[in-house]
C-alpha cells in the first residue's frame, strides 16, 4: 500500500484524463521562470554529477534565513528528509507521536524504523498541541505540520514557541512547513527562536512549483546534520533541481505574486463552497477543506468530482473524513470547476 493514489492511476481506472488536477497541492499558476531559467542552464552540463555537498544552494539559504550553512541539510522533497530523519533518531520500540490524519507519509517512515506511532486526533479541526504534547513526554519524536494538512491550520510563533518550550529536550520535533510561503496575515517563528531539537522542513513543490524535480530542505542543529551525512544519498539532488532551487531562491519575487494570487483565488473557493452549502475550514495553504457534514455526504461529492474528471482528495480519519480538500486553482480553473460541480 502507498500513501497516495496518483492521479494518473486514478485515470487508468476512470478511463479518461483528468480536466482539472486539484488533489495534489501542485502549484496551479506554474514554475518560478527563474527556476525553469536555472534548470535549462543547469542542461547544458548533465554530463557532470552534481555538487553532493549543494555549496552555493546551502551558501544561499545560509544567507537568506541567517542561519549556519552546516545547520542546512537537502533532500530529494520533505518525503526523503522525514524518512532519513526518522532513521538518524529512531530505534526499534521508540515511540513517535503525530496527528491522527496529518501527512501519512511520516508513518510509512516511523513504521520502517520498527519504532511505534501514536496518534492524537485532531481537536476543533486543528492539530492537538496540549495532548501531543502530553504524549511527548515519553517519545523520541513528534511530527506537526504548520500549516497543517488536510486541516489548513497555522499556529502563529508564540504558540508553537510555548509548544516547543513544553516537549522535554530528549524529544525531536519534526516540523514540517511545506506550506509556510503562503502566508499572508501571520508570522512563522523565526530562526534565531529554534532550539537544537527542533528540525525545521520545507520544500520547493509547493509555492516555487518545481515538484517534479524533487527539492526540499532542512534546518536544525549542526550536530544533526553532521551525522545525516553519514547517511543520506550524496548524489540525491540531481544539477538540475539544485540549479532551479539556487535561482529560485535568489529571486524570492515570485512568492509575493503567487502568495496574493493563492489568497485572491482562495476567496473564490471559499464561495464556491458556500453556495453549496459546505462550509470551509480556515486555510493558510494553497488549499481548502470543506466540511460537507458527513463521511458520506464527503465521499458522494469525491465520487462526483472524480466523475467530472476533476482530481480532489478526502481525509481519510475522522473527524476530517466527513471533509473534501481541493487544490486552490487559477480564476480560469476555478470557473471549470464551479461548472463541473454539482450536489
Given at each position: 500500500?502507498?500513501?497516495?493514489?496518483?492521479?494518473?492511476?486514478?485515470?487508468?481506472?476512470?478511463?479518461?484524463?483528468?480536466?482539472?488536477?486539484?488533489?495534489?497541492?501542485?502549484?496551479?499558476?506554474?514554475?518560478?521562470?527563474?527556476?525553469?531559467?536555472?534548470?535549462?542552464?543547469?542542461?547544458?552540463?548533465?554530463?557532470?554529477?552534481?555538487?553532493?555537498?549543494?555549496?552555493?544552494?546551502?551558501?544561499?539559504?545560509?544567507?537568506?534565513?541567517?542561519?549556519?550553512?552546516?545547520?542546512?541539510?537537502?533532500?530529494?522533497?520533505?518525503?526523503?528528509?522525514?524518512?532519513?530523519?526518522?532513521?538518524?533518531?529512531?530505534?526499534?520500540?521508540?515511540?513517535?507521536?503525530?496527528?491522527?490524519?496529518?501527512?501519512?507519509?511520516?508513518?510509512?517512515?516511523?513504521?520502517?524504523?520498527?519504532?511505534?506511532?501514536?496518534?492524537?486526533?485532531?481537536?476543533?479541526?486543528?492539530?492537538?498541541?496540549?495532548?501531543?504534547?502530553?504524549?511527548?513526554?515519553?517519545?523520541?519524536?513528534?511530527?506537526?505540520?504548520?500549516?497543517?494538512?488536510?486541516?489548513?491550520?497555522?499556529?502563529?510563533?508564540?504558540?508553537?514557541?510555548?509548544?516547543?518550550?513544553?516537549?522535554?529536550?530528549?524529544?525531536?520535533?519534526?516540523?514540517?512547513?511545506?506550506?509556510?510561503?503562503?502566508?499572508?496575515?501571520?508570522?512563522?517563528?523565526?530562526?534565531?527562536?529554534?532550539?537544537?531539537?527542533?528540525?525545521?522542513?520545507?520544500?520547493?513543490?509547493?509555492?516555487?512549483?518545481?515538484?517534479?524535480?524533487?527539492?526540499?530542505?532542512?534546518?536544525?542543529?549542526?550536530?544533526?546534520?553532521?551525522?545525516?551525512?553519514?547517511?543520506?544519498?550524496?548524489?540525491?539532488?540531481?544539477?538540475?533541481?539544485?540549479?532551479?532551487?539556487?535561482?529560485?531562491?535568489?529571486?524570492?519575487?515570485?512568492?509575493?505574486?503567487?502568495?496574493?494570487?493563492?489568497?485572491?483565488?482562495?476567496?473564490?473557493?471559499?464561495?464556491?463552497?458556500?453556495?453549496?452549502?459546505?462550509?470551509?475550514?480556515?486555510?493558510?495553504?494553497?488549499?481548502?477543506?470543506?466540511?460537507?457534514?458527513?463521511?458520506?455526504?464527503?465521499?458522494?461529492?469525491?465520487?462526483?468530482?472524480?466523475?467530472?474528471?476533476?482530481?480532489?482528495?478526502?481525509?481519510?480519519?475522522?473527524?476530517?473524513?466527513?471533509?473534501?480538500?481541493?487544490?486552490?486553482?487559477?480564476?480560469?480553473?476555478?470557473?471549470l470547476l464551479d461548472a463541473l460541480w454539482s450536489v
Amino acid at each position: 500500500m502507498v500513501p497516495f493514489v496518483a492521479p494518473e492511476e486514478l485515470e487508468e481506472r476512470l478511463g479518461s484524463p483528468f480536466l482539472l488536477r486539484l488533489g495534489a497541492n501542485e502549484s496551479p499558476f506554474g514554475s518560478s521562470s527563474f527556476a525553469v531559467k536555472g534548470a535549462k542552464a543547469a542542461l547544458e552540463t548533465l554530463q557532470n554529477y552534481a555538487d553532493p555537498r549543494a555549496l552555493e544552494l546551502r551558501g544561499a539559504f545560509s544567507k537568506k534565513l541567517g542561519v549556519p550553512i552546516e545547520s542546512i541539510v537537502l533532500g530529494s522533497g520533505i518525503d526523503e528528509l522525514l524518512s532519513l530523519f526518522c532513521r538518524l533518531f529512531l530505534n526499534p520500540g521508540d515511540t513517535v507521536v503525530t496527528t491522527l490524519g496529518s501527512y501519512p507519509t511520516f508513518d510509512f517512515a516511523v513504521l520502517g524504523t520498527g519504532a511505534t506511532l501514536q496518534r492524537i486526533p485532531y481537536r476543533d479541526d486543528k492539530p492537538d498541541l496540549t495532548s501531543l504534547s502530553e504524549a511527548a513526554q515519553g517519545a523520541k519524536i513528534v511530527y506537526l505540520a504548520n500549516p497543517d494538512n488536510p486541516s489548513g491550520w497555522f499556529h502563529d510563533s508564540e504558540t508553537i514557541s510555548a509548544f516547543i518550550k513544553s516537549l522535554p529536550p530528549n524529544c525531536v520535533l519534526l516540523l514540517d512547513e511545506a506550506y509556510i510561503e503562503f502566508l499572508t496575515e501571520a508570522t512563522p517563528l523565526s530562526f534565531a527562536e529554534t532550539p537544537g531539537n527542533v528540525v525545521r522542513l520545507r520544500t520547493f513543490s509547493k509555492m516555487f512549483g518545481i515538484a517534479g524535480l524533487r527539492l526540499g530542505y532542512a534546518v536544525t542543529a549542526p550536530e544533526h546534520v553532521a551525522q545525516l551525512d553519514k547517511i543520506r544519498l550524496h548524489f540525491g539532488i540531481n544539477s538540475v533541481a539544485q540549479a532551479a532551487g539556487l535561482m529560485a531562491l535568489q529571486h524570492f519575487g515570485h512568492t509575493i505574486l503567487i502568495r496574493e494570487k493563492n489568497r485572491q483565488c482562495r476567496e473564490t473557493l471559499y464561495e464556491m463552497g458556500r453556495r453549496r452549502g459546505f462550509e470551509p475550514l480556515p486555510s493558510y495553504t494553497n488549499f481548502v477543506t470543506f466540511d460537507c457534514g458527513t463521511k458520506e455526504q464527503a465521499e458522494a461529492q469525491l465520487n462526483q468530482l472524480l466523475e467530472a474528471r476533476v482530481f480532489i482528495r478526502k481525509p481519510s480519519q475522522p473527524p476530517l473524513d466527513r471533509c473534501i480538500r481541493i487544490t486552490i486553482g487559477t480564476a480560469e480553473h476555478l470557473e471549470l470547476l464551479d461548472a463541473l460541480w454539482s450536489v
